[in-house]
């Protein structure tokens, strides 16, 4: 938070400087300003970028960060902050190239491993997503390994080795028992396999720990479903729908419910 707020201070410095001179000779003082200054002005446009990603403002945030980027290319966290702006702009192939060049110039800097590997699955590249999360897991000394273990988990999922899949979100859970992510992976994976008792179980912890998060609840219900429990799936689509009205999700929890006789 407070690195926001003096992100947002320097925003507020930039405007007001921007106003008493002129596009040229603010040029013109960068291009002659020491590698040092530089240095410290491409930090502090690297903080304002921070600032609007943080807001959201993903079009600004990678502004600020081109022109971070354009003072000092060899900042591992500039190249990282980039990477990460693409990566929710959907534009992968620029994510990865800035993530790698952040890896290249920090090698252990785990953020941006982890983020890489959830480019790779976020483009269905498993195998590659896999090899990025080991690099993670391996890491002694990186905080949040629960993360990359479900991780893990959700890309042996979808590559269908159910056996792996679990063994890592269960891993996963040991490390934080209250992880949703985790949690929530293998209550699906679960239905999948039919194992429903097990699913509601999951799903259940899930729900009761983020009550507010339509897909748990709509995965909840299809456990439910599966146990024949109908009155408790019909409850819980109409939670889902409830959450999430006028999206995909919520369209298709009133479909599940139609089929409920």
């Not at 400087?17 to 603010?26: D, H, V």
């Not at 273990?149 to 979100?169: C, H, I, P, Q, T």
């Not at 024949?228 to 006028?246: H, N, S, T, W, Y």
Request: glycine residues 6%; proline residues 4%; charged residues 25%.
């Amino acid at each position: 938070m407070r690195r926001i707020c003096v992100a947002l201070t320097i925003l507020i410095v930039f405007t007001g400087l921007a106003a008493c001179s002129s596009p040229g000779s603010k040029n013109a003082a960068e291009a002659d300003a020491s590698p040092e200054r530089k240095q410290a002005l491409a930090e502090a446009t690297r903080n304002v970028g921070e600032a609007y990603l943080a807001g959201g403002n993903l079009i600004a945030a990678l502004r600020e960060l081109k022109k971070a980027e354009a003072l000092y290319a060899d900042d591992h966290i500039t190249q990282f902050d980039l990477g990460l702006t693409y990566y929710y702009r959907d534009r992968y192939e620029q994510a990865i190239e800035h993530l790698q060049r952040a890896i290249q110039l920090k090698p252990d800097y785990a953020p941006a491993i982890n983020t890489l590997g959830n480019t790779y699955s976020a483009m269905g590249q498993w195998d590659k997503a896999i090899e990025v999360y080991e690099k993670i897991i391996e890491d002694a000394f990186y905080g949040t390994p629960h993360f990359a273990l479900s991780n893990m988990g959700v890309a042996y999922y979808r590559m269908k080795d159910y056996a792996r899949a679990e063994y890592y979100f269960l891993e996963a859970l040991k490390m934080n028992p209250d992880f949703i992510n985790a949690l929530a992976g293998l209550g699906s994976m679960y239905i999948d396999q039919g194992r429903y008792n097990e699913a509601v179980v999951k799903l259940g912890r899930a729900v009761r720990k983020d009550p507010k998060v339509g897909k748990l609840h709509f995965e909840l219900g299809r456990a439910y479903l599966g146990q024949g429990d109908v009155i408790q799936a019909r409850a819980e689509f109409a939670k889902a729908a409830e959450l999430a009205p006028d999206t995909p999700l919520a369209a298709e929890a009133q479909k599940e419910l139609k089929k409920i006789p």
